[in-house]
Nanobody
């Protein structure tokens, strides 16, 4: 299985920066796509950024140019660099991945617990 642990969230003023980390552990063969979602209570979870196994990133329009997703496969860690933060970026940020657990298994989906990002004066 895959365990995902997010870190790096916190309180930051508008225009500030944070770097989120998603560290994967457990027994698995490979992680394919890794995604960052964000969720505000009472609202639909939103896909913010994703990166495939080859390192190709994708972003939702609202964060394009401000956020950068990257991965370090040797460390089984994915990062989300968040610059020029806005109050509307405030949310619980969750890491998601599709991974192959063993040679004989299909890919399966896994979620972390999330890390809170608050952008406020």
């Amino acid at each position: 299985q895959v365990q995902l642990v997010e870190s790096g969230g916190g309180l930051v003023q508008p225009g500030g920066s944070l770097r989120l980390s998603c560290a994967a552990s457990g027994s698995f063969k490979i992680m394919y796509d890794v995604n960052w979602y964000r969720q505000v209570p009472g609202k639909q979870r939103e896909l913010v950024a994703g990166i495939n196994s080859g390192g190709t990133p994708n972003y939702v329009d609202s964060v394009k140019g401000r956020f950068t997703i990257s991965r370090d496969n040797a460390k089984n860690t994915v990062y989300l660099q968040m610059n020029s933060l806005k109050p509307e970026d405030t949310a619980l940020y969750l890491c998601n991945t599709w991974a192959r657990i063993s040679t004989f298994s299909a890919v399966s989906e896994h979620w972390g617990q999330g890390t809170q990002v608050t952008v406020s004066l």
